[in-house]
């Protein structure tokens, strides 16, 4: 059974960067790992924020970024909003199925 | 403007099956993977299965032996049937259109629940 993991919960500042990273338990995510990243905030379905590493939807604002790190997939958000403020999910492809991570809590204090 | 529109029984009891349906409005229907995902409550998201126009599928190993997807291309709509329910399936269940190594749209998500 693979195994996505993200880190559970981080904070920080407003105005501040913060990475959060996604890891597979099968080794190192790649590009062929199609990673996306959606954020979900309280009683709301989940907001796709970027596809396939890095590709930004229309809707997904400049603060936000994704990219390979250290052989996990990331997501950077510069100049952190309070409205920032949700749970963040990455999601890789392996071969026919996608698995999801366990998603990070992000608070921004 | 795509819009996913979800509609199915809201509570089930324990061994029922538990039937979902989307409707897609908006965009084409063709040349992408419709999504079934779900959310137990105060957990994480899990990837259900996807289905194509033309009926193939993919789907969650961990439940692959209970889950059904079909599709009706007349009606631009798709469907998830999951059998034997417990306790553990109750969620908010997803609709979304995938394809090209991409999510982008999302239904609201009824919740489903399940409980004698």
């Known amino acids: 059974q693979t195994v996505v993991t993200q880190e559970p919960s981080m904070t920080v500042s407003p105005g501040g960067t913060v990475t959060l990273t996604c890891a597979s338990s099968?080794?190192?995510?790649?590009?062929?790992?199609?990673p996306n990243w959606f954020q979900q905030k309280p009683g709301q379905a989940p907001r796709p924020l970027i596809n396939?590493?890095?590709n930004k939807y229309s809707w997904t604002p400049a603060r936000f970024s994704g990219s390979l790190l250290g052989g996990k997939a990331a997501l950077t958000l510069s100049g952190v909003q309070p409205e920032d403020e949700a749970d963040y999910y990455c999601?890789?492809?392996?071969?026919?199925?996608?698995?999801f991570g366990g998603g990070t809590k992000l608070t921004v204090l | 403007q795509v819009q996913l529109q979800q509609w199915g029984a809201g509570l089930l009891n324990p061994s029922e099956t538990l039937s979902l349906t989307c409707g897609v409005y908006?965009?084409?229907?063709?040349?992408?993977?419709w999504t079934w995902i779900r959310q137990s409550p105060g957990k994480g998201l899990e990837w259900i299965g996807e289905i194509n126009p033309s009926g193939g599928t993919n789907y969650n190993p961990s439940l692959k032996s209970r889950v059904t997807l079909s599709v009706d291309t007349s009606k631009n709509q798709f469907s998830l049937k999951l059998t034997s329910v417990t306790a553990a399936d109750t969620a908010v269940y997803y609709c979304?259109?995938?394809?090209?190594?991409?999510?982008?749209?999302w239904g609201l998500g009824p919740l489903v629940t399940v409980s004698s």
């Open positions: 979304a259109r995938g394809g090209e190594w991409k999510f982008d749209y």
């Open positions: 396939r590493t890095s």
């Open positions: 999601l890789l492809y392996y071969g026919g199925g996608w698995v």
């Open positions: 099968t080794g190192a995510v790649t590009s062929g790992s199609y």
């Open positions: 908006g965009g084409s229907f063709n040349n992408y993977y």
